[in-house]
T-cell receptor, first 114, second 110 residues
Framework: DAMVIQNPRYQVTQFGKPVTLSCSQT?????MYWYQQKSSQAPKLLFHYYDKDFNNEADTPDNFQSRRPNTSFCFLDIRSPGLGDAAMYLCATSRDRGIQDGYTFGSGTRLTVV | GESVGLHLPTLSVQEGDNSIINCAYSNSASDYFIWYKQESGKGPQFIIDIRSNMDKRQGQRVTVLLNKTVKHLSLQIAATQPGDSAVYFC?????????FGAGTTVTVRA
């Protein structure tokens, strides 16, 4: 049973055209994370939500935004995708802060910018 | 078995041999560590974790060792199988955020 679901699996967007990636979870976890993973690199944290509290990483470009309308869903918005934004985008959840019981990852959305 | 003393980006191992993958983490305050396996086109898959108050933990065919003195983590895979071919990442948890180290691509030779 999929617990963290990312849609779509593959997304092609035009240079400069806004795009939204979605993530949903059935775990009722408080924390949701978005990671960017470029080819042959490690995943890099962009931001996370602790409940409704948004936490941006210091080096995340302003071009990247996120929304969490409810516990189950979290969206990644790229306002003006550039060629350098082509990557795998991974969503992850954890039950709560300070709880060492792991993170659950989705299968990712691979974004291509043309 | 085959092993690397320092982190290397690739590891080639004969099927049936043991593998050792090394990782150096950056933050001495990190309190929880996880090894992930990532196959092509997929998200990271949990393998095994260890808390900072432990120095060894064993799972099925896998063992994680933690050396906090030198901030070093290793993953040992026993009797490596073709299905173990993937990229392996260590990750450290600090301040409820997970940071990934550089991956190691493991290729299993038949």
């Amino acid at each position: 049973d999929a617990m963290v679901i990312q849609n779509p699996r593959y997304q092609v967007t035009q240079f400069g055209k806004p795009v939204t990636l979605s993530c949903s979870q059935t775990l009722n976890h408080n924390v949701m994370y978005w990671y960017q993973q470029k080819s042959s690199q490690a995943p890099k944290l962009l931001f996370h939500y602790y409940d409704k509290d948004f936490n941006n990483e210091a080096d995340t470009p302003d071009n990247f935004q996120s929304r969490r309308p409810n516990t189950s869903f979290c969206f990644l918005d790229i306002r003006s995708p550039g060629l350098g934004d082509a990557a795998m985008y991974l969503c992850a959840t954890s039950r709560d802060r300070g709880i060492q019981d792991g993170y659950t990852f989705g299968s990712g959305t691979r974004l291509t910018v043309v | 078995g085959e092993s690397v003393g320092l982190h290397l980006p690739t590891l080639s191992v004969q099927e049936g041999d043991n593998s050792i993958i090394n990782c150096a983490y950056s933050n001495s305050a990190s309190d929880y560590f996880i090894w992930y396996k990532q196959e092509s086109g997929k998200g990271p898959q949990f393998i095994i974790d260890i808390r900072s108050n432990m120095d060894k933990r064993q799972g099925q065919r896998v063992t994680v060792l933690l050396n906090k003195t030198v901030k070093h983590l290793s993953l040992q895979i026993a009797a490596t199988q073709p299905g173990d071919s993937a990229v392996y990442f260590c990750a450290e948890n600090n301040d409820y955020k997970l940071s990934f180290g550089a991956g190691t691509t493991v290729t299993v030779r038949a």
